[in-house]
């Protein structure tokens, strides 16, 4: 985070890397923390296309943990903005 600064597309990036790592080894709570944080900073310095991604993500760790109301409105929000 340092060397990048909080927000840059770095420190979302490895945010993102992390959350797919720990979708991985089956630790869907701590992942859709890690997500949120990559949601943040994409939406603080990030484009249109890297945000949606990030809800698409969001989405996908949600319906893992069988949060479907939850999950259907992040993907309706990247579907929106993919639109």
């Given at each position: 985070?340092?060397?990048h600064?909080?927000?840059?597309?770095?420190?979302?990036?490895?945010?993102?890397?992390?959350?797919?790592?720990?979708?991985?080894?089956?630790?869907?709570?701590?992942?859709?923390?890690?997500?949120?944080m990559?949601?943040?900073?994409?939406?603080?310095?990030?484009?249109d296309?890297?945000?949606?991604?990030?809800?698409?993500?969001?989405g996908?760790?949600?319906?893992?943990?069988?949060?479907?109301?939850?999950?259907i409105?992040?993907l309706?929000?990247?579907?929106?903005?993919?639109?």
């Amino acid at each position: 985070r340092l060397a990048h600064g909080e927000g840059s597309p770095a420190v979302g990036d490895a945010y993102g890397f992390h959350a797919a790592l720990l979708v991985r080894r089956g630790c869907l709570e701590e992942a859709l923390h890690h997500a949120m944080m990559m949601l943040q900073v994409r939406q603080r310095c990030g484009d249109d296309k890297s945000i949606a991604d990030a809800h698409w993500n969001i989405g996908a760790v949600l319906r893992e943990l069988h949060q479907y109301k939850a999950a259907i409105e992040s993907l309706e929000a990247a579907r929106e903005i993919y639109s």
